[in-house]
């Protein structure tokens, strides 16, 4: 059992860290990292994990992972990539600030913003290509919206 675990904890921080887009493409990362796993021990990793397919710039669906447990912060390397990699605008409103994403990916964003323990964001509300993020009391949408612009290099 601890072997499943630590499997699927490697699992999730290859999706976290590369585009996946395969099966095959995952087996073949785990060998890498010194694990062999067969295609139907993956398949059940990733319903097991709750992984998702959503589509990345020019097209390629790869897998996702949409949260982790609460308790895990993100580092904020993870979320300036996170950010880099599926912020495509953003927009400002009093205390909300509005992340654009690709269709079907907004949630990636949003859960890693939840998972980031940001003093400065009070929550997060996803849609299919769209992030709410609510300012806390302690800082001004506008301020936020330049920091989360400044993470996912928009600015």
Aim: proline content about 3%.
């Amino acid at each position: 059992m601890a072997l499943k675990k630590q499997r699927q904890h490697v699992i999730t921080q290859l999706l976290a860290d590369n585009f996946v887009s395969s099966q095959e493409q995952l087996i073949a990362l785990l060998e890498t990292e010194g694990i062999e796993a067969t295609q139907a021990t993956v398949s059940r990793d990733l319903d097991e994990l709750g992984s998702v397919t959503v589509r990345v710039s020019g097209g390629t669906m790869v897998y996702a992972i949409p949260e982790l447990p609460s308790e895990h912060h993100v580092h904020e390397d993870h979320l300036r990539r996170v950010l880099g990699e599926w912020v495509v605008a953003i927009g400002v409103s009093r205390n909300i600030v509005m992340l654009k994403t690709p269709p079907g990916s907004a949630h990636v964003v949003a859960s890693a913003l939840d998972r980031a323990g940001l003093e400065t964001v009070l929550g997060t509300v996803a849609g299919d290509d769209t992030v709410m993020v609510v300012a806390s009391e302690s800082c001004e949408g506008s301020e936020l919206a330049v920091s989360l612009s400044q993470l996912s290099g928009l600015e």
